[in-house]
Each structure stands twice: as structure tokens, then as C-alpha cells.
């Protein structure tokens, strides 16, 4: 992947993750997650893990997001109203977007481009996600499940007890 087209991709995808924090309305907060994590799964693709991208999609744009979505439906949240930041509050955020607009620039002036390193042979193949999920990763990935379990039922639970 060519340092043009990774910058690219890395700009939209802060750019979708900050509409994401900065949205008072959450079910467009969860359809920008949606694309925050469709471009994310796009690096995926220029280091050649099909089998990672696909996953990627499939598991977190597609199955979390709607998880998210049937939450937000159940517990019926409501857009918050839109309040006027202080001057002190502006004066933080400014002065933090140039500190970081700075230290970028120094990084970027500093450090020399270096060549991205080859990916290895079978990286991101069908074979090495699963061996690799079911043996080094099998607790988390079954804590995981629990706990996307227990948040389902505490969706229902919460959702029922407001009706």
C-alpha cells in the first residue's frame, strides 16, 4: 500500500471515528461506526488478510453495529439537547488541536518514511486466524461471547422493565 492511499485511509477513518464521539444522536453515532469500521477493515485489505477483512465486516460492521442498533431501539434513547460550549472549553479544544497539529508536523519532519515491511506467508488466510483464535486467544474470545451475552440480556431485561 502506497503512503498516499494509507494517509488517505487514516484521515477518513479518524475523521468517521470523530463524528462517531462528537454525534448527539446515537443511531447516527452507530451508522458512523459502521463506516469507521468499514475503513479500518480496509487496511486489511492492502496487507492481503481477506479472511480478516471479511471478519471484520461481517462481525463488528455488521452483527455489533446491529446489536448496538436493537439496544438503542429497546431502550428508546433520546438525542440529548445541544448546549453551547464555554469560551475556556473552545480555548481547551483549540489549543489541543495545535499542540497536536504541531507534534504531528514535527513527527512527520523527523522521522523518515520507511518502506512497509512485507507481510508473511499466510497472513490473515482462513488457517491462521482459527489457529490462532482457538488456541492462543480461546479465553478472551469466549469472554467475549459471555459478555456480549450477558449485554443482550441486560438490553431485554432493561427494555422490558421500562414497558
Known sequence: MNAVVFFVLAALTVAAALVVVTNRNPVYSALALVSTLALISCFFVF?????????????????????????????????????????????????????????????????????????PAGYGSPEHVARRLFTDFLVPFEITSLLLLVAIVGAVVLGKRQA
Open 47 to 119: 496487507l492481503e488478510a481477506y479472511m480478516v477483512w471479511a471478519l471484520q465486516l461481517v462481525v463488528y460492521a455488521g452483527a455489533i453495529v446491529v446489536l448496538f442498533l436493537f439496544v438503542i431501539m429497546l431502550l428508546n434513547v433520546q438525542s440529548e439537547e445541544r448546549v453551547m460550549p464555554g469560551v475556556g472549553v473552545v480555548a481547551m479544544v483549540a489549543g489541543g488541536a495545535g499542540l497536536l497539529a504541531i507534534l504531528v508536523a514535527y513527527g512527520a519532519t523527523r522521522a523518515p518514511l520507511a518502506a512497509f515491511p512485507a507481510v
